[in-house]
């Protein structure tokens, strides 16, 4: 006991992670909107632009962590099945979750786009009673239906701060993806180490979103001489800061704070992403906005609030923005 109290973090430590990761992943929705939208120049790419960035952070992850031994001394293999599992994990994931924001946020402000992508709490509870991994109880119906409410208010209708349909549309198919991914990965054959275990994810779907990149024409498109050097340092912000730097403090948080206090992550990031569109982009706050925004995340506490569990959350590969204990695998965007 007295050991254990002796090397409890602190709680300033916890809280500057926690602050780490509501800052980073909720600002990773501007640097993908100055990443793919033109600004004095041409964008770059979206799916080249999310290859470049998680190949890049991957590969990276991968050299730092893949020779450290598991924590427990047990054997953690690191062979076909845990590459394929990492592979359909992190196409899911990053191909079809951030690889879909990114082109979206050539249609939809980053704050709105932060909002929707909030809903994947939401669409894992209902993938995961689907698939026969849980149940949609009163209180999850009740954040369902505020969920749907708040992506219907930016959509429906016309005037100020209404979203782009295809856009709103590619973002919940991105979300729905997230949440698929984060749900098959429970039962998946991944790696335990989690840092090893995204390290891989980030490696596999960067190659994927690449690959769609060059099939959908997206080389046609690149003109390396037009891109701004914001573009550029977005990515670089990207692949360092907001893969490598905040996944790393949120693998930290799981082992050492409790889980209900690191799950505020899902609806604090929403929140940040429009604070910093509006300030640094100068994104339009409208009150449909501000509607939808209080409805999504009214939905998300729902889902993702447990105020009866006070344990420290483990370290698990599944349960993480949208990860442990039965929350999707929500990195960042």
Avoid at 6 to 12: H, I
Avoid at 125 to 143: D, S
Avoid at 233 to 244: E, P
Avoid at 287 to 299: F, K
């Amino acid at each position: 006991m007295a050991a254990a109290l002796a090397t409890a973090p602190s709680r300033a430590r916890v809280w500057a992670a926690l602050w780490v990761v509501y800052l980073v992943w909720g600002s990773t929705y501007l640097a993908i909107r100055v990443v793919v939208h033109p600004s004095h120049g041409a964008g770059l790419p979206p799916l080249l632009a999310a290859g470049v960035r998680f190949g890049v952070a991957g590969l990276l992850m991968l050299l730092l962590t893949v020779r450290r031994p598991p924590a427990d001394g047990q054997p953690d293999p690191l062979g076909r099945r845990q590459w394929f599992a990492a592979t359909v994990v992190g196409t899911a994931l990053l191909l079809g979750g951030n690889g879909l924001v990114s082109l979206a946020e050539k249609r939809v402000a980053s704050g709105p786009a932060a909002v929707i992508i909030a809903t994947v709490p939401i669409w894992a509870a209902v993938v995961g009673a689907l698939m026969g991994q849980g149940r949609v109880t009163l209180r999850h119906g009740a954040g369902l239906v505020l969920g749907f409410a708040g992506v219907a208010a930016l959509v429906i209708g016309s005037g100020s701060g209404r979203a782009d349909v295809t856009g709103v549309l590619v973002l919940v198919g991105a979300a729905l993806s997230w949440a698929a991914g984060s749900v098959w990965s429970r039962t998946a054959p991944l790696v335990r180490r989690p840092l090893v275990m995204t390290g891989m994810e980030m490696l596999c779907g960067g190659i994927a979103c690449a690959l769609a990149g060059l099939a959908s024409g997206e080389l046609g498109q690149l003109h390396l001489d037009r891109v701004p050097a914001q573009s550029w340092l977005a990515i670089g912000y990207l692949a360092i800061v907001g893969s490598m730097v905040g996944y790393t403090a949120y693998v930290w948080l799981l082992g050492n704070a409790p889980l209900p206090l690191v799950t505020t992550y899902a609806y604090v990031n929403p929140l940040v992403a429009v604070l910093l569109g509006a300030l640094l982009l100068h994104e339009h706050l409208s009150a449909r906005t501000a509607v939808a925004t209080v409805a999504i995340v009214s939905g998300v506490v729902l889902m993702v609030r447990r105020p009866h569990d006070r344990r420290p959350a483990a370290a698990a590969p599944v349960s993480s923005p949208a990860s442990n204990e039965g929350e999707p695998q929500q990195q960042c965007a």
